[in-house]
């Protein structure tokens, strides 16, 4: 295993759309192990491949469960609001308040390739929400008004 450099702020490749797995392989199974010890040694919940600039869709999460690998992730159901606290770890010293789903349902492999469902309420479904727009190139501040981010003196808060 190897801990990757995280890609940050205009980075293009935060932009861009990352492309299914077609086949989970030893190399795939090397990257989400990679992407693991990445977050871990980053003290963040959450990484996708695009921040360590892989434009597969590959997740990992640990929102204190334990850890989650998602393969081509696919959000098939989203219900409810809530609004809390994001930060991102390709945008370090920012926060802000994001409304996301309360409850989300989602489809995606696991490493044998087997679709695996799960159901997720709070701080893993705002986590799910969160990696899977990094997916599709978008950043949480998408979602907020200049005046809505906040700038942190300290580097506390940039988990996912
Ligand atoms: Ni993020």
């Known amino acids: 295993m190897s801990i990757r450099i995280i890609r940050k702020g205009n980075d293009p490749v935060l932009r861009q759309i990352a492309k299914p797995v077609p086949r989970v392989t030893p190399a795939v199974h090397k990257l989400l192990d990679d992407m693991a010890q990445t977050m871990y040694d980053a003290e963040g919940i ?21 850890l989650v690998e998602l393969i081509n992730p696919e959000i098939v159901e989203m219900s409810g609001s809530q609004v809390g606290p994001e930060g991102c770890l390709s945008l370090p010293g920012i926060h802000g308040d994001v409304e996301r789903a309360s409850h989300v349902k989602l489809r995606a492999w696991n490493r044998q390739e087997e679709t695996v469902e799960y159901e997720a309420d709070g701080m893993f479904a705002r986590c799910i929400q969160h990696e899977v727009d990094h997916l599709n190139g978008i950043l949480f501040t998408d979602y907020l008004k200049p005046s809505e981010i906040v700038y942190e003196n300290r580097q506390g808060s940039d988990t996912r």
């Open 46 to 66: 959450g990484l996708a491949a695009n921040q360590i600039g892989i434009l597969k869709r590959l997740i990992v999460i640990d929102v204190g469960d334990g």
